[in-house]
């Protein structure tokens, strides 16, 4: 598969709602994992969420209860909603896929072979 494209990250405020867009190239994620990591200079690309192709959702603890993942029914877009931004979740967000995930290896950048140009995400104190 091409690399994903990220789309809808921006400068918002704390408490604030941003949606990001992860969309399949030319294609679908029919059979795929999909999943959303970030990066940033203060931090090494960490895990954020990840829906596998059955549906299934996994979350990172920090985000757990204010970020949501989601998906198109064409398995065309891949969705993440997310709520009561904090200015520590400032980062370049990053979209990855991949056809042979393990469960083992889904929350780690090193089970992803596919990945996006990225998307910055600024929250402002």
């Known amino acids: 598969q091409v690399p994903p494209i990220e789309s809808g990250g921006e400068l918002t405020q704390a408490g604030g709602s941003l949606r990001l867009s992860c969309a399949a190239n030319g294609g679908s994620f029919n059979g795929y994992t999909v999943g959303w990591f970030r990066q940033s200079p203060t931090k090494e690309r960490e895990f954020v969420a990840a829906m596998g192709d059955s549906g299934h959702v996994y979350y990172e603890d920090s985000v757990k209860d204010r970020f949501v993942i989601s998906r198109d029914s064409a398995k065309k877009t891949v969705y993440l909603q997310m709520n009561s931004l904090k200015p520590e979740d400032t980062a370049a967000y990053y979209c990855?896929?991949?056809?042979?995930?393990?469960?083992?290896?889904?929350?780690?950048?090193?089970?992803?072979?596919?990945w996006g140009h990225g998307t910055q995400v600024t929250v402002s104190a």
């Open positions: 990855a896929a991949s056809q042979s995930v393990d469960l083992s290896n889904i929350r780690s950048p090193r089970g992803y072979g596919s």
